[in-house]
Antibody, heavy 120, light 110 residues
């Protein structure tokens, strides 16, 4: 069974750093792109970026380029999303999701989400 | 890269059909057959219900259908049921390995 297991909820202060994770199981982790999607409270979904764990090829949304870093450790089938200096406006739910195929762009499996709260 | 435009809310009665629109541009929706739709219940992760404009994943009810005309994609739900009450999000490939989502639409079953 394909699963994406995300790390738990985080409460941080502005200016702090954070790295959240997404562990894939039940499929070949290195053969599917993993995307990160933000959902601010009461709002729609926003694509942040995608990484191919096989070679760490990474693409970012222009809106998030330079604001976050996406990485992966294929040896432990885990993708990451990290911030070096959080802002209150980073408070949101963050989902990781698996892209179906190399030349397709829909997400067929999603993690349960990681809630990030940034507050002083 | 602007977000796709969806109506904030739609509603319908049980048994009726509703359509949710998703308007983009010639650089995304209108240029690729790569629009997908996701259903999301409150507090839950999204679920894929339509991909590549019109295709349904295995296990998704045939009451859900996708279509596209020009820069506007549409999701139609026929035979509306109470369980269809959820948020619906469209997403399109926008070139250069980038994606863009719509703002989401809340469906209320009256």
């Amino acid at each position: 069974e394909v699963q994406l297991v995300q790390s738990g909820a985080e409460v941080k202060k502005p200016g702090e750093s954070l790295k959240i994770s997404c562990k894939g199981a039940g499929y070949s982790f290195t053969r599917h792109w993993i995307g990160w999607v933000r959902q601010m409270p009461g709002k729609g979904l926003e694509w942040m970026g995608t990484i191919f764990p096989g070679d760490s090829d990474t693409r970012y949304s222009p809106s998030f380029q330079g604001q976050v870093t996406i990485s992966a450790d294929k040896s432990i089938s885990t993708a990451y999303l990290q911030w070096s200096s959080l802002k209150a406006s980073d408070s949101a739910m963050y989902y990781c999701a698996r892209r179906v195929g190399l030349s397709t762009y829909e997400f067929d499996y999603w993690g349960h989400g990681t809630l990030v709260t940034v507050s002083s | 890269q602007s977000a796709l435009t969806q109506p904030a809310s739609v509603s319908g009665s049980p048994g009726q059909s509703i359509t949710i629109s998703c308007t983009g541009a010639s650089s995304d929706v209108g240029n690729y057959n790569l629009v997908s739709w996701y259903q999301q219940y409150p507090g839950k992760a999204p679920k894929l219900i339509i991909y590549e404009d019109t295709k349904r994943p295995s296990g998704v009810s045939n009451r859900y259908s996708g279509s596209k005309s020009g820069n506007t994609a549409s999701l139609t739900i026929s035979g509306l049921q109470a369980e269809d009450e959820a948020d619906y999000h469209c997403c399109s490939y926008a070139g250069s390995s980038t994606l863009v989502f719509g703002g989401g639409t809340t469906l209320t079953v009256l």
